[in-house]
C-alpha cells in the first residue's frame, strides 16, 4: 500500500472511505493577495484601465470575484461581457452583453439622442433609450456611431467597471471599440480586461500600451502558483491546516502550478477516493496534442466518469455546446428524454462541473468542456452537434453562428452552407468583415456546391476581403473558384475581385493586370466595376509598361466615370486616376484633386473618399508636392479612424512617416513605427513607405548597415510590385553609403540600375529624384560628359511636367557638376539655389546636404565669408534633425577648412529651451485648430498620453494657463 503524505503524521491512503463529491474550490484566495490589492487600489479611482492575463486556467474568474466582493469597490457598478469560443456574426457581443446588464438603470439616466443608434442592438432595452436616428449610408460611419453611443451609455450611469473577459477570443469589432473607449475614458469609468497570455495576439496586448496620462493603468500577469503556494490551495480546498511538501511538490509538478488544474485534481481524488502517482510521459505528450493542458483533462475525464448515465448525458451535451447556452438547449442537446436529463442536470451542477450562468448554463471551465467533447467517439459527438443544431434552430433570435458550426461538425453539410451564408450576410452587414471571410472561406473550401454557387459566395467572399489586411488565404481560394465554369459575368466579377486580393497581397503586377483587362471585356453592364477595373489598368501598366501607355488608359477611366452615378465610387475613381497622374507628371492632377475636394467638400464622408484622398497624398510625398500630401493624408487618416478601417488607417500611417522624415520631423519617427511595421508585415504595399523612412533615418544617424539592409530591401520590394515612384530614394540612399564607404563601383550601379529601369518605362518625373546622387556618382567615377548628358536631358523632359522636387534636384545635380568641372562659384549658385528650392518644399535634409555642398564649393573659391554661413546653416539642419552622421562629416570638414564654429552643442535630439520644437508645434497648430488630444494622436501616430505632455510644454513655454490661449498666442 502506497502512500503521499497530506499533512505530517496523518497519511491518506490509495483506497480510503467512500467518496466524496461536489464543488471543489479554496474558501479563501491563495496565491494572488497582490495581484487583488493592485486591481482593487487601481479601479477604485477612475477612469482606470487594468489588464489581467494568464494562461488558461491561472486563476483569472476567481480573481474577479474576489474584486467584485471587495468592500473598497462596494461604490462601483459592475457589468461584465465575455467573448467565446464560438462566435456569432455579431459584432461588439462582449460589449453589447456588458451594456445590456445595465437594464432599467438606463431608463433613469440622461442620455443624448446619440444613443438611440443602439436601438437596433439592444431591443430589450428600447424604451430606456432614446428613438433611433436615421441610418448612416456609410456602413463605416454608422459603425463610428455606435462607437460614441456605446461610450456615451458606459459614461453616463455614474461609477462603473466595465469587465471584458476572454478578450484572446474577441473579434475585431470588439478589439477597435475598446482600443477606441480606451483612448479616451469617461471620467467615472473604469476597465478590466483579461485575456490568456498563450493565445492573445499583439494587437490584444497594445491596446494599453498607449493610455492617456490622467488614466490609472495596472498590468498583472498571473504565473502560476509555485509549489508552496500549491500546498497552501489544497489546504485551503481540504481543510487541512497544511500539506506536506512531498504531497504539495507532486500537486504541484502534475497540475502545472494552475489553479483550475489543481481544484480539477484534488475534486478527482476526493471523488475516486485514491490519490495517484504521475505515471510517465504519456499522458502529458497526449494533452500537448489535444492542446489541453497538462493535468486538466485525465482528471475532467475521471470525474465525468463518477457521475450518474444521466448526468454523463447532459456534460457530454454542454461540451459539445461548448458555450453557455439556455437550459432548455442543454436538454434538447442530450441524447436521453428530457425527464431523464433534468435530474441529470441538476447532478452535473451539484458535482460542480456544470455552472449556472443567470439563466444560461454552461461548463464552470472551457478547458473541462474542450476535454470532455475530445475524448467522445467520433459518432456521438456528430450526432450531439446535430441535435445541438436542431435546438438552437429553435431558439429566438436563431445564433446563426453556433448553428452553422454545429451544422459542419454533424456532417449536415447543405444545411451547414446556408446558415454559414446567413450568418456570413449578418456578419457583412454589420461590418464585421473577418468573421464574414471566415465563414465564406470555409464554406468555398469545404461545401457541396455547384460551380455555380461556388462561384456567387466566393464573390462575397472577395468583398468581404477587401477591407482586410491579409489576404493571402483568399487568393489561392479565388484562383481555385476561377478555374470553374461559371457564367461570364460573374467569371468578370471574381476576376476583379481576385485582381484586387492580390494588389493588397503584393502578388505579381503583370498577372493583376490582364485580370483585370479581362475583367473589363466581361463586364458590360457593371460600368462601377469596369471603370474601377480600368483605372486598375492604368496603374499597372505605368509600373510595369510604360508610362504613356498608362495614361492613356487612366483618360480612358476619366471618360467612364460619365456611366457611374454613385458618388463614393466616382470619387474613389478619381482618387485613383489623380495617384496615377502624379506618378506621371502630368500637371492635370491638380484639377482631379479639385473635382475630389469639390466633391467632398475637403472632407470625405466615405471609406471610399477618404482612400482617394489616401491615394493621392501618398504619390505627392515622392514628388515634392510636400504640403498638399501632409493636408490629404492629415484628412485620410482621421477619416480612416473615424471609420474604422484598420487597413487604409495602416497605410495612411506608413506614409505620413515618409512624410515626417522628408519634411524634417524626425523625431515623430520614434513614436510607434516598429508597431506600424510589425502590423503591417504581411501587407508589402503597405509597408514600403515607412521602411524608406527608416532606411533613410538609418543613414542620416550612420548606421550605414541597416540603412544598406532596409534600402535594399525597400528598392528589391518596387522593383518586384513595379512600383516605379519608389525607386529613386532607395537607389539615393544607396549610392551615398556606396560613396561614404568609397565604392564608386557600387554607386554607379545603383543608380544606373534605377535610371535604366525608368528610362525603360519612360517614367521622367519618378526618376527626378535620384538625379543629384546620379550626378554625384558619374562624378566620382571621372564620368562629367555622361553627367552633363543625362542631366540636359532631364532638364528637357522636365520641364512640362508637374514635378515639384524636380527645380531642386537639377540644381542640385548641376552644382555638383560645375564642382566638379572646377567652377565653384557657378556650382555655388546653383547648389544654394536647390537648397532654396528643397526649404520650399520643405524637404531640410537635402537642403542642408545641398548647403554643405555649397560651402565646399565657396571655401574652395576662397569665399570663407559665404562658405561658413552656408557650412554653419547646414549644421543647424543637422543638429535639430539628429543627422549625427552628417553632422560630425560636416564639422570634420570645418575643422579642415579652418572654419570657426559656433559653441559645440549636443548633437543627437535637439534641446529647444523656451522655444517650442517642431512636434510641439505642431501639436500646438492642431490645438489651435479645435483638434481634441484624441484626434491629434491619430494624425500625428502619437500616443494621446505623449500629446499631453506636448500640450503642457507648449503651455509653459508660451505662458499661458488654458489650451483656448493657443491660438491667439501662436499668431
Known sequence: MSVIRLVTGNPVVRRGSAPVQGRISSPRLIGRIRELDLLVSTLATPPAAVVLEGEAGAGKTRLITEVRARPELAGLRFVLGASRRIREPFPLGPIIDAVRGLGTELAETRLSPLAGALRPLLPELAEALPPAPEPLDDPAAERHRVFRALAEVLGSVGPLVLVLEDLHWADEQTLDFTSYLLGDLPAQLSVLLTFRSEEAAPGVRAMTARLPASTRHAQVVLAPLDAGQTGALAAAILGLARVSEEFADYLCEWASGLPFAIEELLALLQANGQLVRRNGGWARRELGELNVPTGVRDQVLERVAHLSDEARAVVEAAAVLHTSVPMSVVVATCRIPAARALPGLEEALESGLLVEHGELVGFRHVLAAQAVEEALPGPRRQQLHGRAAAALGALVPIPLGQRAHHLRHARLLDEWVRAAEQAADQAAALRHDAEAVRLLEDVVRHGPLSSQERARLAVKLGWAALEMVRTHEVVGLLWAVLKENGAPAMQGELRFLLASALNVAGEDP?????????????????????????????????????????????????????????????????????????????????????????????????????????????????????????????TALTGAVRYGS???????????????????????????????????????????????????????????????????????????????????????????????????????????????????????????????????ALVAAGQLTDADVLLTDYEHRLSDLDVSIAPAVLQHARGLLETAAGDPPRAARHLVEAAHHYDRLPYPYQAAQAREQAASALLGAGDHEAGAAELSAALATYQRLGATWDHARAVGAARQRGVSLPGRRRTGRPSYGNELSPREREVAELAAAGRTNKEIAAELFLSVYTVEQHITSVLRKLHIRSRAAIASRLS
Open 646 to 776: 484598420r487597413r487604409l488607417e495602416l497605410l495612411t500611417r506608413s506614409a505620413l512617416v515618409l512624410l515626417h522624415y522628408l519634411r524634417g520631423t524626425w523625431d515623430a519617427l520614434t513614436d510607434g513605427t516598429d508597431a506600424l511595421l510589425d502590423a503591417l508585415s504581411d501587407y508589402p504595399l503597405g509597408r514600403i513607405e515607412a521602411e524608406l523612412a527608416l532606411g533613410g533615418l538609418a543613414l542620416g544617424h550612420g548606421h550605414l548597415d541597416d540603412a544598406q539592409h532596409r534600402l535594399a530591401s525597400a528598392r528589391q520590394l518596387a522593383e518586384d510590385l513595379g512600383l516605379v515612384e519608389s525607386l529613386a530614394f532607395p537607389a539615393s540612399g544607396l549610392a551615398r553609403i556606396a560613396l561614404a564607404r568609397g565604392d564608386v563601383d557600387a554607386a554607379l550601379a545603383a543608380t544606373q540600375r534605377c535610371l535604366t529601369v525608368l528610362t525603360g518605362k519612360e517614367a521622367w518625373a519618378a526618376a527626378a529624384p535620384v538625379l543629384p546622387a546620379a550626378t554625384e
Open 510 to 634: 503583370s498577372v493583376q493586370r490582364t485580370l483585370f483587362a479581362t475583367a473589363i471585356e466581361q463586364l458590360p453592364r457593371r460600368p462601377d466595376l469596369r471603370v474601377r477595373a480600368t483605372v486598375a489598368v492604368g496603374l499597372l501598366t505605368a509600373s510595369i509598361g510604360t508610362v504613356t501607355r498608362g495614361r492613356n488608359w487612366l483618360y480612358r477611366a476619366l471618360e467612364l466615370l460619365a456611366e457611374v452615378h454613385d458618388p463614393m465610387v466616382g470619387v474613389f475613381v478619381l482618387g485613383k486616376v489623380g495617384m496615377g497622374l502624379v506618378t506621371l507628371g502630368d500637371p492635370r492632377w491638380r484639377q482631379v484633386l479639385d473635382r475630389i475636394e469639390a466633391a467632398t467638400g475637403s472632407s470625405p464622408q466615405s471609406l471610399a473618399e477618404v482612400n482617394a484622398y489616401f491615394s493621392v497624398g501618398t504619390q505627392c510625398c515622392y514628388f515634392g508636392h510636400h504640403e498638399v500630401g501632409q493636408r490629404l493624408l492629415s
